[in-house]
């Protein structure tokens, strides 16, 4: 009796051995990298009146006018800090507008440090938004359908799409003098998308095709990954036809995932492993 109670420890430590192996091992190939790189920011100076920060969650813009100043998404952490202090610093004696692309704490944690500003969001309501975040980066704008903002030199159309896609209320911002357009993470570049709670693959793919027909763009800057031109749009519809496919043709999928395996992802929540899995539960 005494010696199998032994065998049961030793197996039970060695399955307790091998889960911390397989831990250490997803955490130093995927996550500490991916943490990593989260973390840093670049600055672009786009135009004359527009800089990008890309990084420290999701990408942000800073359009400034001479008596406004326009931020879409705060950040997080550390680097919401940082954006915070420099749009400070930009909008001294200006009028501050922030809008924010969607309610994920990447994108949105910062509201908290702008005090009294006028921020912007898609018409999630309060009970939604704080199931996602938290209280103090509520906006004080629902966005139901779209709006413009005069800048000097141009023209903000803000649009709500109003319908799950990413989430149930996406924010876009396009600049009609500039054509360029802020999609949130309804386009990313080279990253796998999250696909969570409403998130709706399907209807990525339908957006992709609209937002062709629609716009005549210059440039995107994506909720993530670098500024790009239209060629981000093909690129992520691709990844969504090829997930697709995969779930459709188990044969495919080795040689389909494998096709991705340059774009930033996390297993089992941001990879194209996920985002069959999303197109496998959602048929029908
Ligand atoms: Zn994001």
């Known amino acids: 009796m005494k010696s199998k109670f032994k065998i049961i420890l030793k ?35 786009l135009n004359n009146n527009l800089r990008v920060v890309t990084g420290g969650g999701g990408n942000s813009g800073i359009y400034t006018s001479k ?5 879409i998404d705060t950040k997080m952490d550390e680097a919401a800090k ?16 922030i809008i924010n692309t969607h309610y994920h704490p990447d994108h949105i944690d910062g509201n908290l440090l702008y005090k009294n500003a006028t921020i912007i969001a898609g018409n999630y309501g309060n009970e939604a938004w704080l199931k996602a975040s938290k209280k103090e980066t509520l906006p004080s704008i629902w966005l139901k359908d779209t709006m413009h903002i005069a800048l000097d030199d141009d023209t903000l159309l803000v649009i709500n799409m109003a319908k799950n896609i990413h989430t149930s ?6 600049a009609l003098r500039r054509k360029i357009l802020f999609t949130g ?22 957006f992709f095709d609209e937002l062709m027909n629609q716009y005549p763009i210059k440039a995107i ?21 090829d997930m697709k496919k995969a779930a459709l043709n188990p044969d495919l999928e080795d040689e389909l995932i494998a096709k991705y395996e340059d774009w930033r992802q996390l297993p089992m929540f941001m990879s194209p492993g996920a985002t069959i899995k999303h197109f496998r539960a959602h048929a029908n």
Not at 83 to 95: F, I, S
Not at 169 to 174: A, I
Not at 185 to 206: I, R, S
């Open 169 to 174: 209320n996406d924010v876009m911002v396009y």
């Open 67 to 71: 008596k406004l100043v326009v931020l």
């Open 11 to 45: 197996v039970l430590g060695v399955i307790m051995l091998l889960l911390a192996a397989t831990g250490a091992f997803v955490y130093f190939k995927y996550m500490r990298p991916f943490l990593t790189a989260m973390k840093q920011t670049e600055q672009v100076q």
């Open 185 to 206: 993470d309804l386009v990313l570049n080279h990253q796998a998308p999250v696909l969570m709670g409403e998130a709706d693959a399907e209807a990525y793919l339908k």
């Open 221 to 241: 800057i994506p909720g993530h990954g670098n500024i790009a031109g239209i060629e981000a749009v093909d690129d992520f519809k691709m990844y969504f036809l």
């Open 82 to 97: 940082e954006l915070h202090e420099q749009v400070m610093e930009m909008a001294k004696g200006k009028k501050l507008i």
